[in-house]
């Protein structure tokens, strides 16, 4: 993901900027980062936490981040309704 943020930012500062190949790849930019805070992207990146934790010997004990994430949510959803 810090690669794809890493080109799109190198691209809008380059003195020879291209806006169509700066529209292209900030949109794929934009939809990596839809991905990745989606709820299925968010457990993707759980999981592969999980498993690197467990290849470096760390405790990979995840559950209390995504409780708190899922009520982070709850209550933004909450209040824009109000």
């Known amino acids: 993901m810090c690669d794809e943020i890493n080109i ?5 500062q380059s003195p020879s900027l291209d806006l ?20 299925e992207g968010f457990k993707k ?7 690197v ?3 470096v010997g760390i405790d990979d004990k995840f559950d209390s981040l995504q409780r708190s994430r899922r009520k982070a949510i709850s ?8």
Do not use: C, P
């Open 8 to 12: 799109s930012s190198k691209l809008l």
């Open 53 to 55: 934790a467990k290849k």
């Open 20 to 39: 169509s190949e700066a529209t292209n790849q900030l949109n794929i930019t934009k939809k990596l980062l839809e991905d990745y805070r989606s709820e």
């Open 75 to 82: 209550r933004s959803k909450n209040s824009l309704q109000s």
């Open 45 to 51: 990146t759980l999981k592969t936490a999980k498993e």
